[in-house]
């Protein structure tokens, strides 16, 4: 039997109250008046973030080109050192992440590196509902090697249009597949993949497997102790806040050390070795053999203090927290917008999302920009998705009540209607 609860305003406020993490909410730099849910794809500035900014300025200031060895973090070893911190928010081992490129140059580094066509096992697989720039860097990678992309990409279909099922992922995994690109989380759908089952099934074939972590680094804690994919890539501003072109991360599991960067450069040397300027390269054994130039240590400086709050707070405290919230948002949505056409997209088992809510909503971008209106920040993904993602560092489940609440208002007044349903140049 069905047990039907009415939620109240009252409910939230009880969550607020039991809620260990909301101090940090004032860590945080958050528009007055405004509910921002878009942390999926820019998380807000913290004062920690902020802080170590102003740091680096500072010893940029102060020591000039010594900068790379001196100050309170010597630039030289800031990649390596970030690194380590963010292994703890995949339970991977200190040197097996390296905070470094982005997203697409880190793909294109780690395809660059490991896929090695051999006879007829010349196959890639990705999946038709991936990122575009993960497709783009795979396709150029295909041709760099004189391969066509119509022939030896593969890209799993979804049966719904939304989701992808691990069993057609595995049925895909023949003979002549050398590697495979996932995403841990989908972007649109939020769906977050049984990384472990596919990680063993793509091994039992020979074959190699990693995942584009952007939308769960930060959200979801992976334990790569255990699911031992063999690489990983992500960027630093969606959860992570570590702001607009934040530097990303890498991740190589350690049996695959000693392997040769495919795209090398300086920084993929061993350390003390670097200045010996030699035109041999001697590249590092763990994830440092995977960076290509000078670090974008600007970019690296709100890392610095946005992992201390991650260090502080707990990844899987944080994810506890996110699941809640993402839980009683459906709820609110089932109960109080109930007669207007809005479907929840994403899988609804705690261990098939990530940090987000997917809806579908024929109207999606005029609700958009009347949300903007009443200064709530969703976002929107064409062609009919509104993508909603309370962040458990900052939003309070009062706020995601509020927006329940807004949203009914745009659908009952029709507010809706006095915007064109059309995407602007962004979202
Ligand atoms: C955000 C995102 C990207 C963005 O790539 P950048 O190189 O950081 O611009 C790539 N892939 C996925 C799945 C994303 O969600």
Redesign the pocket.
């Known amino acids: 039997m069905e047990v039907l609860i009415m939620y109240t305003i009252e409910h939230a406020r009880a969550l607020d109250q039991k809620d260990m993490l909301s101090h940090f909410r004032d860590e945080f730099y958050i528009k007055e008046g405004t509910i921002y849910l878009d942390g999926n794809s820019l998380g807000l500035l913290s004062k920690r973030a902020e802080a170590t900014v102003q740091q680096l300025l500072i010893s940029w200031k102060d020591y000039g080109i010594e900068g790379w060895m001196n100050g309170s973090s010597p630039w030289f070893y800031l990649s390596e050192s970030l690194g380590a911190k963010m292994a703890t928010l995949i339970r991977a081992k200190e040197n097996e992440v390296i905070v470094t490129g982005?997203?697409?140059?880190n793909l294109h580094q780690l395809l660059a590196t490991f896929y090695q066509p051999i006879g007829k096992k010349n196959k890639i697989i990705a999946d038709e509902l991936?990122?575009p720039?993960?497709i783009y860097a795979i396709k150029s990678q295909l041709k760099g090697k004189g391969l066509s992309p119509e022939e030896h990409l593969i890209r799993i279909k979804s049966r719904d249009g939304y989701t992808l099922q691990e069993d057609d992922i595995i049925q895909a995994m023949t003979d002549d597949v050398s590697l495979i690109i996932l995403?841990s989380v989908l972007?649109r759908s939020g769906q977050l993949l049984d990384m472990k089952r596919l990680v063993e099934a793509a091994h039992e074939k020979g074959i190699l497997i990693g995942f584009?972590l952007?939308?769960s680094i930060g959200v979801i804690p992976h334990s790569f102790a255990d699911i031992k994919p063999d690489f990983a890539f992500w960027?630093s501003y969606?959860y992570v806040n570590g702001g607009p072109g934040a530097v990303?991360g890498l991740y190589v599991n350690e049996r695959h050390f000693g392997i040769e960067p495919g795209i090398a450069g300086w920084f993929s040397s061993v350390k003390e070795k670097q200045f010996d300027m030699k035109h041999d390269l001697e590249y590092e054994h763990h994830a440092g053999a995977f960076q290509i130039g000078t670090p974008h240590i600007l970019s690296l400086a709100p890392i610095i203090g946005s992992l201390e709050l991650f260090e502080e707070a707990g990844i899987q405290v944080l994810h506890e927290k996110s699941k809640l919230q993402t839980d009683f948002f459906m709820s609110l949505i089932e109960q109080e917008l109930d007669s207007y056409q809005f479907t929840i997209i994403n899988p609804r088992e705690d261990e098939r999302r990530g940090g987000h809510v997917c809806l579908h909503h024929e109207e999606a971008a005029s609700i958009c920009k009347a949300l903007k209106a009443y200064h709530v920040i969703p976002d929107y993904r064409e062609p009919n998705l509104i993508r909603l993602a309370p962040i458990a560092f900052y939003t309070s489940f009062e706020e995601v009540w509020n927006v329940v609440q807004i949203m009914k208002e745009i659908m009952e007044k029709e507010v809706y209607k006095k915007f064109k349903n059309e995407r602007e140049v962004i979202a």
């Open positions: 982005s997203t697409t140059v991936t990122f720039s993960d995403s972007y584009d952007a939308h960027c969606k990303g």
